[in-house]
C-alpha cells in the first residue's frame, strides 16, 4: 500500500485518532505495512502523529501538532545518535576489538566446536 492510500484512512485532528487495530481492519493490511506506509507519508511531509499516551494515528491540524511530531522525531535521532557515538567510541578503544574483528572470532569459535 502506498502512502496515498494510507493517509485516506488516517483522519485530521487528536479527537479523530484512530488506533492501529482499526487501521489494519480498514485496511486488511498487517500492522507492520501499515506503520511502512506511514513512514512513507511523512518522508513525503504528510504529517502524520503516532501517539503511545493517546493510543492512535492523526493528521497534525495545527503548528503545534506538527511542532510536537517534530520534537519527538528530533528526540528519538538524538537517543540514536548517542547510542552510535556511546559504541563506536567503546569498540574503537586501544587494545579492544572492533565489532568486525569480534564477528570474525564467533564465526571461527562456532567453526572450531562443530567440528568436535
Avoid: C, H
Avoid at 494510507?6 to 493490511?29: D, K
Avoid at 538524538?78 to 559504541?87: A, C, E, I, P, V
Amino acid at each position: 500500500m502506498d502512502y496515498m492510500s494510507i493517509i485516506a484512512y488516517i483522519p485530521a485532528g487528536r479527537e479523530n485518532r484512530i488506533t492501529r487495530e482499526e487501521l489494519s481492519r480498514l485496511t486488511g493490511r498487517a500492522d507492520r505495512l501499515n506503520r511502512k506506509a506511514i513512514e512513507e507519508a511523512r518522508k513525503a511531509g504528510v504529517p502524520v502523529i503516532s501517539s503511545s499516551r493517546d493510543r492512535g494515528y492523526y493528521i497534525a491540524q495545527s503548528s503545534s501538532e506538527t511542532d510536537k511530531l517534530l520534537r519527538e522525531i528530533w528526540a528519538r535521532i538524538r537517543s540514536l545518535l548517542k547510542t552510535y557515538w556511546t559504541l563506536k567510541k567503546r569498540l574503537k578503544l586501544d587494545g579492544q576489538m572492533t565489532l568486525y574483528e569480534m564477528e570474525e572470532l564467533f564465526k571461527v569459535k562456532s567453526e572450531v566446536f562443530e567440528d568436535e
